[in-house]
Each structure stands twice: as C-alpha cells, then as structure tokens.
C-alpha cells in the first residue's frame, strides 16, 4: 500500500506565471495493508483509536462491529518533503 498525507498546504503567488508555487508538507509511507478479521483484534484496535479520542469505556454493537472494516498497516518504508 502506499499512503500520502499533506499538511499547511497553501498558495505561493508569484509576479509572473512561472514564479507560482505552493507550501506544503508532506509524508509518504509504503508498506503492506492486511484486513484485521477477528472481533477481539478490531475492538483492540478501535480501543486505540478511541482512548486517543474519547478516553473512557466504548461498547461497541455486534452489527456495527461485523461491518467495521479494521486495515492493520505495516509499514515499510517512509519519505518526507517540505516547500516554503
């Protein structure tokens, strides 16, 4: 798999056509992707998710569990740009 994040991305305008550009930063990692199937591995990692956003017990519905698709990411390998 490969994912690409960008951050404080904005418009550098410049006099002529040519001189335009942007700032940004950006990440990419490669690695490889792998569906979590067992309901006790997606709750572990969704009570990871989940302590960093709303701390406390999260019960999670059966039905909502078995359509919840958790993606667990090995990565591989990692490359970092930054302009302006």
Known sequence: ???????GVSL????????????????IAFGRAER??????????????MARYAPGVVDYLE???SK???IQV???NVTGKKSG
Do not use: H, Q, Y
């Not at 550098?12 to 990440?27: E, I």
């Not at 979590?36 to 998710?49: C, F, G, T």
């Open 1 to 7: 798999m490969c994912l690409e994040l960008e951050a």
């Open 12 to 27: 550098k305008p410049g006099v002529k056509a040519c001189d335009w550009g942007m700032n940004f930063r950006s990440v």
């Open 36 to 49: 979590v199937e067992s309901p006790e591995a997606k709750r572990r990692a969704l009570d990871l998710i």
């Open 63 to 65: 039905a909502a569990l």
């Open 68 to 70: 919840t698709v958790v």
């Open 74 to 76: 090995e990565v591989m």
